[in-house]
């Protein structure tokens, strides 16, 4: 088997700001008129989201968060809308406040035998990423954990590879074994308010930094997993 070479991280501004309903309402509005949404979202420009969380029986991930270490890293599987054929391993890594993220596909079938806990087929695989998943399942025991699902609105700016996104309706579930039948996730974990989310690459363009702005705007260190994690 010949394992492809790792492709190097392009790392990206990230911020996060939580937005209440009438924030969320007058934003939405204003970013409509502005830019594209997403081509991928369905006739009203919002898609599902859902992961399944891995972390160590310590909680490494969770705790990495918390704690605020400038170097951590989050393993995650995700689809979209109703599609869980298409299927993604993610891992996402923060240093020094960037932001980066590498990726590998998983058929649906892969996905259910991660959620049983067999995972020696990543040997099989040519991926350095999905190898690195088996030697940490095996290593740190890493293991599937929380559901997070939301409901996003994404708009894209191409100068500066820019792509701001709004999530909303955040829920959980406790049980991986519902990830491929989000119906079984009722645990709504969200306050009403939304997460406004701006990610870009060198810069971010005057024109999408006033948009985004609102009067009462909080900038803010949230994560969604550490929020569903709450309700273990």
């Known amino acids: 088997m010949t394992i492809k070479e790792k492709r190097p991280i392009s790392f990206r501004h990230e911020e996060k700001h939580l937005i209440g309903r009438q924030e969320d309402f007058l934003l939405a509005g204003r970013l409509r008129k502005l830019f594209p949404r997403d081509p991928h979202a369905g006739p009203q ?3 599902r989201v859902a992961s399944l969380y891995f972390d160590t029986p310590y909680d490494d991930a969770l705790r990495q968060k918390i704690n605020g270490v400038n170097r951590r890293e989050k393993f995650r599987l995700r689809y979209y809308g109703e599609d869980t054929g ?14 980066g993220k590498q990726s590998a ?5 892969e ?12 040997l ?10 088996y030697s940490k399942m095996q290593g ?8 997070v699902c939301y409901d996003r609105e994404a708009f894209l700016y191409e100068p500066g590879n820019v792509r701001v ?4 309706n955040l829920r ?42 609102t009067p009462d705007r909080r900038s803010s260190a949230y994560s969604k997993y550490a929020v569903c994690r709450r309700y273990d």
């Open 45 to 47: 420009g919002v898609y």
């Open 86 to 99: 298409f299927l993604r391993l993610e891992k996402k890594i923060k240093v020094n406040g960037l932001c």
């Open 105 to 109: 596909r998983l058929t649906r079938e």
């Open 111 to 122: 996905g259910e035998l991660l959620l049983k806990g067999d995972f020696q087929f990543l």
């Open 124 to 133: 099989q695989k040519d991926s350095p990423l999905l190898l690195e998943l």
């Open 140 to 147: 740190r025991l890493l293991r599937p954990k929380t559901i």
């Open 165 to 168: 996104t709004i999530d909303r």
């Open 172 to 213: 959980s579930g406790l049980s991986s074994t519902d990830f491929f039948d989000l119906t079984k996730i009722p645990v709504p974990v969200s306050d009403g308010t939304a997460v406004l989310e701006v990610k870009y690459d060198e810069f971010l363009p005057e024109i999408v930094r006033l948009a985004v702005q």
